[in-house]
């Protein structure tokens, strides 16, 4: 793939952190808010078809505590787009609420040892689902509706194959 279309993608997310901190700081009211800002992605997975990275950023804008955030990233190695979301336009987690909730559900119960999770209102994540393997990688925000951690959890393509989108089910056939 094209150096260029991964130096692309890097260099329009820095035009935004220098936008984030120039409103930052024309906001400030006080010298001692600051704004802070950590950024490093990480391959996730690799084929000769396509490279998904998740990054972690740590934005800190003066509150109480900073903002995290993980979301995943895929990219063709072709042409270098960006896969927006690993499932076709207009899946939500109606159509699949069991696998969601089974997901959520396994991540709290290995990382807590409870559910703690109102299994009756299963949301979507707000970070698009990405290939990762052989699994789609569901990635949820700190106010994603939880509250309590970021879960992270992944199903396996064969789960979702009614809903995984036409791109994606080319890239994982065998």
């Known amino acids: 793939m ?61 509150g109480i505590h900073a903002n995290y955030y993980r979301p995943f990233i895929t990219i063709a190695k072709n042409d270098g ?8 336009d207009g899946v ?3 159509y699949f609420p069991h696998i969601i909730r089974k997901g959520l559900t396994r991540f709290y119960q ?19 689902p990405a290939l990762v393997g ?6 949820y925000d700190r106010y994603d509706g939880y509250g309590l951690d970021m879960p992270e ?3 396996h393509v064969d789960e979702l194959r009614p809903y995984l989108s036409d791109e994606i089910l080319l890239w ?3």
């Open 134 to 139: 052989d699994s789609i990688a569901f990635q």
């Open 172 to 174: 994982i056939e065998k």
């Open 81 to 88: 787009h960006i896969v927006r979301s690993a499932l076709r």
């Open 153 to 155: 959890f992944r199903i």
């Open 2 to 62: 094209p150096f260029f279309h991964i130096f692309k993608y890097f260099c329009n997310c820095a035009k935004r952190l220098r936008f984030n901190i120039f409103k930052s700081k024309e906001t400030a009211k006080h010298k001692e808010n600051q704004y802070n800002y950590w950024a490093y992605y990480t391959i996730a997975n690799e084929t000769d078809k396509y490279v998904t990275y998740q990054s972690y950023i740590v934005e800190e804008t003066g």
């Open 92 to 94: 939500n987690v109606s």
């Open 110 to 128: 290995q990382k807590y040892n409870e559910l703690l999770l109102d299994t009756n209102d299963i949301k979507f994540p707000r970070y698009a």
